[in-house]
Protein backbone atom coordinates (compact mmCIF):
# COMPACT_ATOMS: atom_id res chain seq x y z
CA UNK A 1 0.00 0.00 0.00
CA UNK A 2 0.81 3.42 -0.73
CA UNK A 3 0.59 6.57 1.58
CA UNK A 4 -0.18 9.90 -0.15
CA UNK A 5 -0.21 12.84 1.66
CA UNK A 6 -2.00 16.18 0.33
CA UNK A 7 -0.54 19.77 2.05
CA UNK A 8 -3.02 23.05 2.54
CA UNK A 9 -2.92 24.17 -0.83
CA UNK A 10 -4.03 21.09 -2.50
CA UNK A 11 -7.30 20.37 -0.44
CA UNK A 12 -7.58 24.40 -0.24
CA UNK A 13 -9.98 25.29 -3.73
CA UNK A 14 -12.42 23.22 -5.05
CA UNK A 15 -10.95 22.86 -8.59
CA UNK A 16 -7.34 21.24 -6.16
CA UNK A 17 -9.89 18.98 -4.43
CA UNK A 18 -10.97 17.69 -8.14
CA UNK A 19 -7.62 17.12 -8.95
CA UNK A 20 -6.90 15.28 -6.09
CA UNK A 21 -10.00 13.24 -6.76
CA UNK A 22 -8.44 12.12 -9.65
CA UNK A 23 -4.79 11.80 -8.69
CA UNK A 24 -6.10 9.13 -6.37
CA UNK A 25 -8.45 7.70 -7.51
CA UNK A 26 -6.98 4.86 -9.17
CA UNK A 27 -8.58 1.41 -7.54
CA UNK A 28 -5.24 1.10 -5.92
CA UNK A 29 -5.52 0.55 -2.03
CA UNK A 30 -3.79 3.48 -0.18
CA UNK A 31 -3.82 5.96 2.76
CA UNK A 32 -4.51 9.54 2.22
CA UNK A 33 -3.49 11.82 4.79
CA UNK A 34 -4.59 15.23 4.17
CA UNK A 35 -3.52 18.89 6.23
CA UNK A 36 -6.30 20.80 6.93
CA UNK A 37 -7.19 23.64 3.75
CA UNK A 38 -4.98 26.40 3.33
CA UNK A 39 -5.06 28.96 5.51
CA UNK A 40 -7.38 27.21 7.86
CA UNK A 41 -4.35 26.19 10.92
CA UNK A 42 -3.39 30.19 10.74
CA UNK A 43 -6.77 31.26 10.76
CA UNK A 44 -7.42 28.85 14.15
CA UNK A 45 -4.13 29.76 15.77
CA UNK A 46 -5.00 33.54 15.43
CA UNK A 47 -8.69 32.86 16.94
CA UNK A 48 -6.82 30.59 19.98
CA UNK A 49 -4.52 33.89 20.69
CA UNK A 50 -7.07 36.15 20.64
CA UNK A 51 -8.94 33.81 22.87
CA UNK A 52 -5.67 33.74 25.16
CA UNK A 53 -5.77 37.54 25.28
CA UNK A 54 -9.91 37.64 26.32
CA UNK A 55 -10.83 39.31 22.93
CA UNK A 56 -13.52 37.10 22.28
CA UNK A 57 -15.10 39.40 19.56
CA UNK A 58 -12.12 39.39 17.55
CA UNK A 59 -12.29 35.39 17.73
CA UNK A 60 -15.84 35.60 16.96
CA UNK A 61 -15.46 37.79 13.58
CA UNK A 62 -12.69 35.17 12.92
CA UNK A 63 -14.59 31.90 13.08
CA UNK A 64 -17.86 33.81 11.38
CA UNK A 65 -15.78 34.44 8.34
CA UNK A 66 -13.89 30.80 8.23
CA UNK A 67 -17.81 29.68 8.44
CA UNK A 68 -19.00 31.47 5.72
CA UNK A 69 -15.99 30.24 3.75
CA UNK A 70 -16.57 26.23 4.55
CA UNK A 71 -20.75 26.84 3.64
CA UNK A 72 -18.87 28.77 -0.05
CA UNK A 73 -17.07 25.48 -0.58
CA UNK A 74 -19.53 22.88 0.51
CA UNK A 75 -22.18 24.07 -1.04
CA UNK A 76 -20.12 23.77 -4.58
CA UNK A 77 -18.92 20.79 -3.96
CA UNK A 78 -21.89 18.67 -3.54
CA UNK A 79 -24.36 17.51 -5.53
CA UNK A 80 -25.86 14.60 -3.53
CA UNK A 81 -28.53 16.53 -1.49
CA UNK A 82 -27.94 13.42 1.12
CA UNK A 83 -24.38 13.94 1.76
CA UNK A 84 -24.29 17.48 1.71
CA UNK A 85 -26.48 17.50 4.67
CA UNK A 86 -24.73 15.42 6.41
CA UNK A 87 -21.63 17.07 5.56
CA UNK A 88 -23.31 20.52 6.54
CA UNK A 89 -24.26 19.04 9.80
CA UNK A 90 -21.16 18.16 10.62
CA UNK A 91 -19.31 21.61 9.57
CA UNK A 92 -21.82 23.12 12.12
CA UNK A 93 -20.75 20.80 14.69
CA UNK A 94 -17.47 22.04 14.65
CA UNK A 95 -18.39 25.55 14.24
CA UNK A 96 -20.52 24.87 17.35
CA UNK A 97 -17.74 23.80 19.37
CA UNK A 98 -15.24 26.34 17.81
CA UNK A 99 -17.56 29.17 18.75
CA UNK A 100 -17.90 27.45 22.91
CA UNK A 101 -14.23 27.80 23.06
CA UNK A 102 -14.11 31.50 23.02
CA UNK A 103 -16.15 31.67 26.54
CA UNK A 104 -13.42 28.80 27.79
CA UNK A 105 -10.73 29.45 30.00
CA UNK A 106 -7.04 29.37 27.66
CA UNK A 107 -4.43 26.53 28.44
CA UNK A 108 -2.58 24.48 26.01
CA UNK A 109 -5.54 21.76 25.67
CA UNK A 110 -7.43 24.05 24.36
CA UNK A 111 -5.42 25.46 21.62
CA UNK A 112 -4.35 21.88 20.73
CA UNK A 113 -8.32 21.02 20.25
CA UNK A 114 -8.97 24.15 18.37
CA UNK A 115 -5.99 23.60 15.81
CA UNK A 116 -7.30 20.06 15.24
CA UNK A 117 -10.29 21.42 13.74
CA UNK A 118 -8.62 22.47 10.40
CA UNK A 119 -7.86 18.24 9.60
CA UNK A 120 -10.98 16.91 10.93
CA UNK A 121 -12.94 19.72 8.82
CA UNK A 122 -11.16 18.58 5.48
CA UNK A 123 -11.34 14.92 5.98
CA UNK A 124 -14.97 14.75 6.69
CA UNK A 125 -14.99 17.36 3.32
CA UNK A 126 -12.83 15.42 1.01
CA UNK A 127 -14.06 11.59 2.43
CA UNK A 128 -17.86 12.56 1.77
CA UNK A 129 -16.88 14.31 -1.66
CA UNK A 130 -15.23 10.95 -3.22
CA UNK A 131 -17.73 8.81 -1.72
CA UNK A 132 -20.28 10.90 -3.99
CA UNK A 133 -18.22 10.81 -6.93
CA UNK A 134 -18.33 6.65 -6.12
CA UNK A 135 -14.86 5.52 -4.80
CA UNK A 136 -14.65 3.19 -2.48
CA UNK A 137 -13.69 5.62 0.77
CA UNK A 138 -13.15 4.93 4.26
CA UNK A 139 -12.47 7.95 7.14
CA UNK A 140 -9.65 6.51 9.42
CA UNK A 141 -10.02 8.65 12.45
CA UNK A 142 -6.10 9.68 13.45
CA UNK A 143 -6.65 9.90 16.93
CA UNK A 144 -7.83 6.32 17.24
CA UNK A 145 -4.41 5.23 16.07
CA UNK A 146 -1.94 8.45 16.00
CA UNK A 147 -0.42 8.79 19.34
CA UNK A 148 3.31 10.41 21.16
CA UNK A 149 4.89 9.25 23.78
CA UNK A 150 6.35 11.18 27.09
CA UNK A 151 8.94 12.57 24.90
CA UNK A 152 7.56 13.63 22.47
CA UNK A 153 8.28 11.19 19.56
CA UNK A 154 5.84 8.71 17.69
CA UNK A 155 4.41 5.50 19.78
CA UNK A 156 5.30 3.28 16.66
CA UNK A 157 3.97 0.02 18.80
CA UNK A 158 0.54 1.46 19.50
CA UNK A 159 0.39 3.12 16.28
CA UNK A 160 1.39 -0.19 14.04
CA UNK A 161 -1.37 -2.05 16.60
CA UNK A 162 -4.44 -0.17 16.12
CA UNK A 163 -3.96 1.32 12.44
CA UNK A 164 -3.89 -2.39 11.61
CA UNK A 165 -7.13 -3.11 13.88
CA UNK A 166 -8.82 -0.15 12.78
CA UNK A 167 -8.24 -1.33 8.74
CA UNK A 168 -9.30 -4.63 9.29
CA UNK A 169 -12.57 -3.57 11.58
CA UNK A 170 -13.59 -1.26 8.79
CA UNK A 171 -15.93 -2.06 5.81
CA UNK A 172 -13.26 -2.92 2.42
CA UNK A 173 -12.30 0.13 0.84
CA UNK A 174 -9.66 1.60 -2.15
CA UNK A 175 -9.05 4.68 -0.37
CA UNK A 176 -8.39 5.49 3.63
CA UNK A 177 -8.83 8.87 4.46
CA UNK A 178 -7.18 9.82 7.73
CA UNK A 179 -6.01 13.72 9.32
CA UNK A 180 -2.81 14.43 9.33
CA UNK A 181 -1.11 16.38 12.15
CA UNK A 182 -3.14 15.68 15.08
CA UNK A 183 -2.65 12.92 17.87
CA UNK A 184 -2.88 12.15 21.18
CA UNK A 185 -0.04 12.78 23.66
CA UNK A 186 0.66 10.45 26.40
CA UNK A 187 -2.38 11.20 28.57
CA UNK A 188 -4.56 10.34 25.68
CA UNK A 189 -5.27 14.22 25.31
CA UNK A 190 -5.43 16.14 21.65
CA UNK A 191 -2.41 16.79 20.55
CA UNK A 192 -0.15 17.35 17.14
CA UNK A 193 2.84 17.17 15.86
CA UNK A 194 3.95 20.95 15.20
CA UNK A 195 2.88 23.06 12.68
CA UNK A 196 3.85 21.23 9.22
CA UNK A 197 2.98 18.22 10.96
CA UNK A 198 1.17 16.17 8.32
CA UNK A 199 4.51 15.32 5.96
CA UNK A 200 5.48 13.37 9.76
CA UNK A 201 2.25 11.77 10.17
CA UNK A 202 2.49 10.37 6.18
CA UNK A 203 6.03 9.00 7.08
CA UNK A 204 4.88 7.65 10.34
CA UNK A 205 1.89 5.74 8.82
CA UNK A 206 4.25 4.71 6.07
CA UNK A 207 6.38 2.77 8.81
CA UNK A 208 3.50 1.46 10.24
CA UNK A 209 2.25 -0.13 7.84
CA UNK A 210 5.12 -0.82 5.99
CA UNK A 211 4.55 1.27 2.94
CA UNK A 212 5.94 0.65 -0.38
CA UNK A 213 6.21 4.34 -0.80
CA UNK A 214 5.37 7.91 0.54
CA UNK A 215 4.57 10.29 -1.48
CA UNK A 216 3.93 14.15 -0.31
CA UNK A 217 2.02 16.27 -2.66
CA UNK A 218 2.15 19.65 -2.27
CA UNK A 219 2.12 23.12 -4.46
CA UNK A 220 5.21 22.67 -6.01
CA UNK A 221 7.19 20.43 -8.67
CA UNK A 222 9.80 18.94 -5.65
CA UNK A 223 12.49 19.86 -3.64
CA UNK A 224 14.20 23.01 -4.89
CA UNK A 225 17.83 23.66 -4.84
CA UNK A 226 16.69 27.13 -2.64
CA UNK A 227 13.75 28.28 -1.25
CA UNK A 228 11.84 30.07 -3.81
CA UNK A 229 10.36 32.49 -1.28
CA UNK A 230 13.71 34.52 -1.12
CA UNK A 231 15.42 33.35 -3.94
CA UNK A 232 14.11 33.40 -8.00
CA UNK A 233 15.55 30.69 -10.82
CA UNK A 234 15.54 27.59 -8.27
CA UNK A 235 15.30 24.46 -9.76
CA UNK A 236 13.87 20.92 -8.37
CA UNK A 237 16.32 18.53 -7.94
CA UNK A 238 14.87 14.96 -8.46
CA UNK A 239 17.04 12.58 -6.20
CA UNK A 240 18.44 13.20 -2.36
CA UNK A 241 19.69 10.82 -0.02
CA UNK A 242 17.39 10.26 3.06
CA UNK A 243 20.82 11.94 4.55
CA UNK A 244 20.54 15.12 2.51
CA UNK A 245 16.62 15.31 3.01
CA UNK A 246 16.91 15.00 6.83
CA UNK A 247 19.61 18.08 6.59
CA UNK A 248 17.52 19.94 4.49
CA UNK A 249 14.02 19.57 6.56
CA UNK A 250 16.08 20.11 9.79
CA UNK A 251 17.49 23.20 8.27
CA UNK A 252 14.53 24.93 7.38
CA UNK A 253 13.41 23.82 4.02
CA UNK A 254 9.33 24.40 4.76
CA UNK A 255 8.58 21.84 2.12
CA UNK A 256 8.70 19.57 4.51
CA UNK A 257 8.58 18.96 8.42
CA UNK A 258 11.77 18.40 10.34
CA UNK A 259 11.30 14.98 11.18
CA UNK A 260 9.59 13.29 8.00
CA UNK A 261 12.18 11.40 7.52
CA UNK A 262 12.97 9.73 10.53
CA UNK A 263 9.96 7.16 10.40
CA UNK A 264 11.23 5.88 6.90
CA UNK A 265 14.77 5.81 6.32
CA UNK A 266 15.65 2.89 8.26
CA UNK A 267 12.91 0.64 6.63
CA UNK A 268 14.04 2.20 3.47
CA UNK A 269 10.30 3.52 2.10
CA UNK A 270 11.03 5.97 -0.58
CA UNK A 271 9.94 9.16 -0.10
CA UNK A 272 8.57 11.02 -3.35
CA UNK A 273 7.52 14.57 -3.56
CA UNK A 274 5.21 15.19 -6.28
CA UNK A 275 3.14 18.86 -7.17
CA UNK A 276 -0.75 18.25 -7.15
CA UNK A 277 -1.40 20.88 -9.85
CA UNK A 278 1.07 19.46 -12.42
CA UNK A 279 1.43 15.71 -11.41
CA UNK A 280 3.18 14.62 -14.65
CA UNK A 281 6.15 16.07 -13.77
CA UNK A 282 9.15 14.22 -12.00
CA UNK A 283 9.41 15.93 -8.48
CA UNK A 284 11.82 14.86 -6.11
CA UNK A 285 12.52 11.13 -5.24
CA UNK A 286 14.06 10.66 -1.61
CA UNK A 287 15.82 7.15 -1.28
CA UNK A 288 18.98 6.06 0.47
CA UNK A 289 20.66 6.63 -3.14
CA UNK A 290 23.37 8.82 -3.47
CA UNK A 291 23.34 11.06 -6.33
CA UNK A 292 25.90 13.71 -7.92
CA UNK A 293 28.72 15.34 -5.45
CA UNK A 294 29.29 19.01 -4.53
CA UNK A 295 26.81 21.66 -3.26
CA UNK A 296 23.16 20.71 -4.56
CA UNK A 297 21.04 22.60 -2.31
CA UNK A 298 20.60 25.76 0.58
CA UNK A 299 17.63 26.20 3.45
CA UNK A 300 18.08 28.30 6.15
CA UNK A 301 16.48 28.05 9.67
CA UNK A 302 15.40 31.25 11.31
CA UNK A 303 14.88 32.01 15.46
CA UNK A 304 18.46 30.72 16.23
CA UNK A 305 20.28 31.96 19.11
CA UNK A 306 24.15 31.78 19.61
CA UNK A 307 26.04 31.66 22.77
CA UNK A 308 29.87 32.81 23.29
CA UNK A 309 31.08 31.11 26.34
CA UNK A 310 35.05 32.09 27.44
CA UNK A 311 36.48 30.18 30.16
CA UNK A 312 37.04 31.94 32.81
CA UNK A 313 40.96 30.67 32.48
CA UNK A 314 42.88 31.49 29.93
CA UNK A 315 43.22 28.16 28.54
CA UNK A 316 40.42 25.76 27.31
CA UNK A 317 40.33 23.54 31.02
CA UNK A 318 40.13 20.17 30.70
CA UNK A 319 36.87 19.07 31.72
CA UNK A 320 35.43 22.33 30.63
CA UNK A 321 33.39 21.37 27.47
CA UNK A 322 31.71 18.34 29.57
CA UNK A 323 30.25 21.00 32.25
CA UNK A 324 28.61 22.85 29.27
CA UNK A 325 27.12 19.76 27.93
CA UNK A 326 25.75 18.68 30.70
CA UNK A 327 23.72 22.04 31.50
CA UNK A 328 21.84 21.95 28.32
CA UNK A 329 21.37 18.75 29.00
CA UNK A 330 19.39 18.81 31.99
CA UNK A 331 17.78 21.82 30.49
CA UNK A 332 17.15 19.10 27.23
CA UNK A 333 18.10 21.94 24.91
CA UNK A 334 19.63 20.17 21.84
CA UNK A 335 22.44 22.18 20.22
CA UNK A 336 23.25 22.76 16.15
CA UNK A 337 26.36 23.96 15.49
CA UNK A 338 29.96 24.22 17.73
CA UNK A 339 32.83 25.98 17.30
CA UNK A 340 35.80 25.53 19.64
CA UNK A 341 39.04 27.65 20.30
CA UNK A 342 41.26 27.71 22.59
CA UNK A 343 39.37 29.94 25.40
CA UNK A 344 36.23 30.27 24.02
CA UNK A 345 33.33 27.63 22.54
CA UNK A 346 30.08 29.17 20.19
CA UNK A 347 26.85 27.06 20.14
CA UNK A 348 24.02 27.55 18.84
CA UNK A 349 20.28 26.36 19.88
CA UNK A 350 16.80 26.53 18.17
CA UNK A 351 14.85 26.43 21.36
CA UNK A 352 15.40 29.27 24.03
CA UNK A 353 12.74 28.48 26.38
CA UNK A 354 15.94 27.61 29.31
CA UNK A 355 17.60 30.22 27.55
CA UNK A 356 17.83 32.31 31.02
CA UNK A 357 18.72 29.54 33.50
CA UNK A 358 21.31 28.13 31.21
CA UNK A 359 23.28 31.62 30.77
CA UNK A 360 23.12 31.95 34.63
CA UNK A 361 24.59 28.33 35.07
CA UNK A 362 26.82 28.52 32.72
CA UNK A 363 28.29 32.12 33.91
CA UNK A 364 29.02 30.38 37.46
CA UNK A 365 32.23 29.27 35.79
CA UNK A 366 32.25 31.12 32.44
CA UNK A 367 32.19 34.91 30.28
CA UNK A 368 28.85 34.41 28.38
CA UNK A 369 27.65 36.64 25.50
CA UNK A 370 24.30 35.70 23.58
CA UNK A 371 22.94 36.69 19.99
CA UNK A 372 19.37 36.51 19.02
CA UNK A 373 18.09 36.56 15.64
CA UNK A 374 20.49 34.40 13.91
CA UNK A 375 19.74 32.24 11.15
CA UNK A 376 21.94 28.93 10.18
CA UNK A 377 22.12 28.34 6.45
CA UNK A 378 22.92 25.19 5.45
CA UNK A 379 24.53 24.23 2.20
CA UNK A 380 23.81 19.99 1.54
CA UNK A 381 25.39 17.33 -0.82
CA UNK A 382 27.21 14.71 -1.25
CA UNK A 383 30.81 14.76 -0.08
CA UNK A 384 30.69 18.40 -0.22
CA UNK A 385 33.68 18.81 2.26
CA UNK A 386 35.88 17.24 -0.36
CA UNK A 387 34.48 18.32 -3.87
CA UNK A 388 36.56 20.72 -5.84
CA UNK A 389 34.12 23.69 -6.32
CA UNK A 390 33.32 23.86 -2.74
CA UNK A 391 36.42 26.62 -2.21
CA UNK A 392 33.79 29.04 -4.18
CA UNK A 393 31.99 29.00 -1.19
CA UNK A 394 34.67 31.00 0.42
CA UNK A 395 35.40 33.39 -1.92
CA UNK A 396 31.43 34.57 -1.26
CA UNK A 397 31.92 35.13 1.89
CA UNK A 398 34.45 37.80 1.79
CA UNK A 399 30.98 39.95 1.47
CA UNK A 400 29.17 37.73 4.42
CA UNK A 401 29.03 38.85 7.57
CA UNK A 402 29.40 35.16 9.00
CA UNK A 403 29.05 34.03 12.56
CA UNK A 404 30.13 30.77 12.77
CA UNK A 405 31.06 28.58 10.19
CA UNK A 406 30.55 24.44 10.61
CA UNK A 407 32.83 22.59 8.19
CA UNK A 408 33.23 18.44 8.35
CA UNK A 409 30.83 17.59 10.73
CA UNK A 410 29.19 15.27 8.18
CA UNK A 411 30.67 15.13 4.68
CA UNK A 412 27.05 16.25 3.24
CA UNK A 413 26.94 19.63 5.04
CA UNK A 414 28.54 22.99 5.49
CA UNK A 415 26.87 25.33 8.05
CA UNK A 416 26.82 29.26 8.30
CA UNK A 417 25.20 31.52 11.46
CA UNK A 418 24.28 34.56 9.72
CA UNK A 419 22.44 37.81 11.33
CA UNK A 420 18.39 36.86 9.85
CA UNK A 421 18.39 40.42 8.68
CA UNK A 422 21.49 38.98 6.45
CA UNK A 423 19.60 35.73 5.17
CA UNK A 424 17.77 36.69 1.95
CA UNK A 425 20.44 38.64 0.55
CA UNK A 426 23.12 35.81 1.38
CA UNK A 427 20.66 32.74 0.36
CA UNK A 428 20.44 34.68 -2.54
CA UNK A 429 24.67 35.85 -3.50
CA UNK A 430 24.89 31.85 -2.64
CA UNK A 431 22.44 30.71 -5.26
CA UNK A 432 23.91 33.06 -8.02
CA UNK A 433 27.49 32.03 -7.43
CA UNK A 434 27.11 28.70 -6.60
CA UNK A 435 23.89 26.96 -9.24
CA UNK A 436 23.84 30.11 -11.68
CA UNK A 437 26.93 31.87 -13.03
CA UNK A 438 29.10 29.59 -12.44
CA UNK A 439 28.57 25.23 -12.29
CA UNK A 440 29.24 23.17 -9.76
P1 LIG B 1 1.96 21.98 2.13
O1 LIG B 1 0.84 22.87 2.59
O2 LIG B 1 1.64 21.20 0.90
O3 LIG B 1 2.52 21.15 3.23
P2 LIG B 1 4.16 23.82 2.46
O4 LIG B 1 3.80 25.26 2.31
O5 LIG B 1 4.33 23.30 3.83
O6 LIG B 1 3.09 22.97 1.64
O7 LIG B 1 5.50 23.49 1.64
C1 LIG B 1 5.62 23.84 0.28
C2 LIG B 1 6.30 25.20 0.17
O8 LIG B 1 7.60 25.12 0.74
C3 LIG B 1 6.56 25.66 -1.23
O9 LIG B 1 5.42 26.29 -1.78
C4 LIG B 1 7.74 26.60 -1.07
O10 LIG B 1 7.33 27.93 -0.98
C5 LIG B 1 8.33 26.23 0.27
N1 LIG B 1 9.75 25.84 0.19
C6 LIG B 1 10.73 26.27 1.02
N2 LIG B 1 11.91 25.73 0.70
C7 LIG B 1 11.68 24.92 -0.35
C8 LIG B 1 12.52 24.08 -1.17
N3 LIG B 1 13.82 23.95 -0.93
N4 LIG B 1 11.94 23.43 -2.19
C9 LIG B 1 10.63 23.53 -2.45
N5 LIG B 1 9.77 24.30 -1.72
C10 LIG B 1 10.29 24.99 -0.68
N1 LIG C 1 -2.43 22.04 9.13
C1 LIG C 1 -1.18 21.97 9.86
C2 LIG C 1 -0.39 23.24 9.66
O1 LIG C 1 -0.83 24.12 8.94
C3 LIG C 1 -0.38 20.78 9.49
C4 LIG C 1 0.12 20.72 8.07
O2 LIG C 1 -0.41 21.43 7.20
O3 LIG C 1 1.02 19.94 7.79
O4 LIG C 1 0.65 23.39 10.26
MG1 LIG D 1 3.79 21.58 4.85
Known sequence: MRVLKFGGT???????????????????????????????????????????????????????????????????????????????????????????????????????????????????????????????????????????????????????????????????????????????????????????????????????????????????????????????????????SFDEAAELAYFGAKILHPQTVTPVRELDIPVRLKNTMEPNSYGTLITHDVHGEGIKAIAAKDGITAIKIKSGRMLLAHGFLKKIFEIFERYETSIDMITTSEIAVSLTIDNATHLEAIVEELERFSFVEVDNEQSIICLVGNSIIYHNQTHKLFQILQDVDVRMISYGGSHNNISLLIHSDHKIETLQRLHRYLFESITV
Not at 170 to 177: E, G
Not at 187 to 192: M, R, Y
Open 10 to 240: SVGSIENIIQVKDIINDQEKKVVVLSAMSGTTNALVTISEHIKNEQKSKASAIIDGLEISYKETTQALFSNEEILLNVQEYVQDIFYYLRRSTDKKYDQLLYNTIVSYGELLSTYIFSAYIRQEGVRVQLLPALDFMRIDRNNEPDNFYIRQNIHRIIDELPVADVYVTQGFICLDVDGQVSNLQRGGSDYTATIIGAAIRAEEVQIWTDIDGFHNNDPRFVTNTTPISNL
